[in-house]
């Protein structure tokens, strides 16, 4: 019996493990960014926000353009210049015994758009590049024209 619950669980502790390996599909992400309340468009020159994107159909449109799904993780290149940003904020989630939030917006996540069709995504203390579509590259850009 001990040998048969020994088996168990060592079964057990290899399929965690393997799991655990799994590479993180970047459409996981999408549910954080929409979440977002406000897009900040920020200008690259002088940190300054340029527009501010507030509606809730705006961001699902905002979301649904960046096409998580095409996100291939690269390497930026050297030659890569920064065409803008954009900064995602949302209130703090509600928990359990409160009735409501301050109104007060947080950053959760950045967004940096590079030329050539790249963009770093920074998420709770994680940075990463990945290349885009053309089509969300310039649907970016358009923020910035």
Known sequence: MKKILITLVAI??????????????TSDYGDDI?????????????AE???????TEEIKNFVSALNLDQWELKTLPDEAAIIGSFGLAQEK????????????LYDIATITLYNGDYIS?????????????????????GYFE
């Open 49 to 55: 926000v340029i527009d501010t994107i507030t509606d």
């Open 93 to 104: 989630t509600i928990k359990l015994g409160q009735t409501d939030t301050d109104g007060t």
């Open 34 to 46: 929409s979440k977002a309340q406000e897009i900040a468009v920020i200008s690259p020159d002088t």
């Open 12 to 25: 057990l502790a290899l399929l965690c493990g393997c799991q655990a390996n799994e590479n993180t599909n």
């Open 121 to 141: 995504f920074e998420i709770g203390g994680l940075d990463m590049t990945f290349e885009v579509s053309e089509d969300t590259a310039d649907y970016l850009n």
